[in-house]
């Protein structure tokens, strides 16, 4: 089956969106961030975003890998010479409405990747609740917990998502 032209066209302006966001987020992101990027612009459906994600790592114009058990997204060298090649076939109103997404949402992403929180059961009766803050990719703390239910490490999670500078200076001032 051959491809029509506007729907080659399409494939390879998504492509280079992709490429587009990646670069100018400026660190790595995940694919739940790539994608609210995409669905709040519009840009293109999931399953689309999904096989373009996959097929843009396996020409190396992308790098994925994973840490702390999210996988990340980041654009290559090779990714980059691309999109200074063909950027010039995105819209206009594409990368405008991109760059607005990314700068709305940049603080957000760039948090998201430094203040880290999870648990992970060790049975029924205990869960180890793992804290962290990243800063300059130099861990500033990491806290492991352990505690007696899911409710509470569930507990403890959110509220250092919600609130860990304040944590973090609590704990330091008990060592002062």
Known sequence: MKMKEHELSNLTENKLILLFILDNIEFPITNVQI???IMQDGLMN???????LSDLVNTNHI????????????ITKKG???????EN???IT???SVLKTIESKRKDFKESTEIISDYIPLNKNEYIVDCKIIENNTPLIELKLTVGTKAQAKSMCELWKKNPQSIYAQIISVFN
């Not at 790098?63 to 980041?74: M, S």
């Open 35 to 37: 994608t609210e990027i």
């Open 46 to 52: 999931y399953f689309f975003l999904q096989q373009y």
């Open 63 to 74: 790098k994925n890998y994973t840490k702390d058990d999210k996988q990340f997204y980041k």
């Open 80 to 86: 980059e010479e691309t999109l200074t090649f063909f």
């Open 89 to 91: 076939r995105i819209s």
């Open 94 to 96: 594409a990368k405008e």
